[in-house]
């Protein structure tokens, strides 16, 4: 160990001076708070980011391909895009509007007409499907209903379940249309769950009265953050008459408040980092003022202003580091805790999830830790400088 780094070390650790032992003390707490608020915030942030993609993209396809007055005669267009790179699935859809009449109620419900041999193989919805159901064996009898449906309604697999279709489908039928219940899915997403039904992509058509016609087609990818480049390339291939929507357009206005959200999160937080470097700026002048002697000595024996200037930098740097460490030990401890246990419960009305969800990104903490130690170095500046700029003699003037 040099003879700088001895000092530094012999001036944080001073037991004689109990008021710098303090205030050394509260500079590392502030430090530690603001740091560890910061990871966790922001691994809340990046979690809600994260879970909300994947219940989005697990409940859809990556990639929608539509027209405005559907797709026709869409089997040669279904191999098309299937065999584009980057696609391993595709599978035709309906979506409309119809109402579920319960008793002397009627809601507006979401429906999707579904192929059931290759839906399956573009969303989960098999994983959220319970009891062992499948969607390869829904029949035209049957739907598929969301867990919050199932529950606000009562109903439970093998109840009949009547439509109210504002097209006037079958002739002959009429406007309703009952169903018994296949599967229930739990998607973990409130909207879904509550106001979407699936049923057979050849019933869809039937009721909403269109003959051979989808509305378009989902495409699953190999990798879904892809889905802009897979883009450009379907509208290479089949031209600009269809819709071509991915999944983070579809959702844009979710991604953009949750990004909006996470950085401003992280301004506002940095912030107390920043008001806790100003205890590290006051730790650093009160040593300066009582180490006055010391330092005139020490530039009477030699001692260049560099050397000075180091001394209580690396003071400053090491109280910041502490800090970081502890606030950094502290987040991910925390969000360790929160991940493992989810012991914070969320109403999943209004945050779509049933718990906190939290995310440790390495580019997040390193920012983090980056920016802390940032703002630790510019807090010794003014001190380190006037440390290094006091004068020998007068510093011992009255000695």
Request: glycine share 10%; charged share 15%; net charge positive.
């Amino acid at each position: 160990m040099n003879f700088e780094w001895w000092l530094t070390l012999r001036y944080l650790t001073a037991k004689k001076d109990k008021f710098l032992a303090v205030i050394n003390f509260v500079a590392i707490a502030g430090i530690a708070i603001g740091v560890m608020a910061l990871i966790i915030v922001i691994g809340v942030m990046t979690g809600f980011d994260h879970d909300l993609r994947e219940k989005i993209v697990g409940a859809n396809a990556h990639i929608f391909v539509e027209r405005e007055t559907g797709v026709k005669n869409y089997a040669p267009l279904n191999e098309r895009l299937r065999a584009l790179p980057g696609v391993i699935a595709t599978t035709p859809y309906i979506h409309g509007n119809v109402f579920l009449e319960a008793g002397t109620r009627a809601a507006s419900l979401i429906l999707r007409g579904v192929d059931p041999a290759s839906e399956g193989s573009v969303t989960r919805i098999n994983s959220y499907l319970a009891g062992g159901a499948k969607v390869a064996d829904l029949k035209d009898d049957g739907v598929l209903i969301g867990s919050q449906l199932a529950s606000y309604y009562g109903y439970q697999i093998g109840d009949t379940v009547t439509i109210i279709s504002p097209a006037s489908g079958i002739a002959g039928s009429g406007w309703r249309y009952k169903f018994k219940v296949a599967g229930i899915f739990n998607s973990g997403m409130y909207d879904y769950d509550m106001n979407l039904i699936l049923i057979t992509l050849t019933r869809a058509q039937q009721i909403f009265d269109i003959g051979a016609t989808v509305t378009g087609i989902g495409l699953k990818l190999k990798n879904p953050d892809q889905a802009l480049v897979v883009k450009k390339e379907i509208y290479d291939q089949i031209g600009f008459s269809y819709l071509v929507r991915t999944w983070m357009e579809t959702n844009a206005n979710f991604f953009a408040a949750l990004a909006l959200e996470k950085f401003a999160m992280f301004v506002i937080l940095t912030l107390i980092v920043l008001v806790a470097s100003f205890n590290i700026i006051s730790t650093l002048i009160v040593t300066v003022t009582s180490k006055v002697k010391d330092i005139g000595i020490l530039k009477s024996i030699g001692a260049s202003r560099a050397c000075i200037h180091r001394i209580f930098t690396w003071q400053g740097l090491a109280v910041g580091a502490m800090g970081t460490f502890w606030g950094f030990s502290g987040g991910v401890g925390v969000i360790m805790l929160l991940k493992k246990y989810q012991f914070i419960k969320l109403p999943q009305d209004i945050y779509y999830i049933d718990h906190l969800p939290v995310v440790v990104q390495a580019s997040d903490v390193g920012l983090i830790v980056g920016a802390a130690m940032l703002i630790t170095y510019a807090a010794t500046v003014y001190p380190a400088l006037k440390a290094a700029n006091l004068e020998p003699v007068e510093a011992l003037r009255y000695e």
